[in-house]
């Protein structure tokens, strides 16, 4: 499976940006995603997941209310409202080999090339 993150760029503390990540080469409606971010100098966190059904969902406490993650039968998407600047960081999406995936960033062996969101003060 290949990922595109897509839907980066510069916004406002405040501000809203929706991501969006698609498959190539084959689908992963049976698979768990999850989108991570990463900041320089810093280990890659898990920040939302959602299973293969779309019912089952978590958020890392720092973005819970904030952020909503959900999916379709082409994409997984991320909304992200009331945007800080330390929310500010390289965002990837990620897929798991099964229907449900942990949190670590070896359960997910399928990758995007990452999306850059900017939250300005």
């Known amino acids: 499976v290949q990922l595109q993150a897509s839907g980066g760029g510069l916004v406002q503390a405040g501000g809203s940006l929706r991501l969006s990540c698609s498959a190539s080469r084959r689908t992963f409606t049976n698979n768990a995603v999850g989108w991570f971010r990463q900041t320089p100098g810093k280990e890659r966190e898990l920040v939302a997941r959602?299973?293969?059904?779309?019912?089952s969902t978590y958020y890392v406490d720092t973005v819970k209310d904030r952020f909503t993650i959900s999916r379709d039968n082409a994409k997984v998407y991320l909304q992200m409202n009331s945007l800080k600047p330390e929310d500010t960081a390289v965002y990837y999406c990620?897929?798991?080999?099964?229907?449900?995936?942990?949190?670590?960033?070896?359960?997910?062996?399928?990758w995007g090339q990452g999306t850059l969101v900017t939250v300005s003060s």
């Open positions: 990620a897929a798991a080999r099964g229907s449900y995936a942990g949190d670590s960033v070896s359960s997910y062996p399928y």
């Open positions: 959602i299973n293969w059904r779309g019912d």
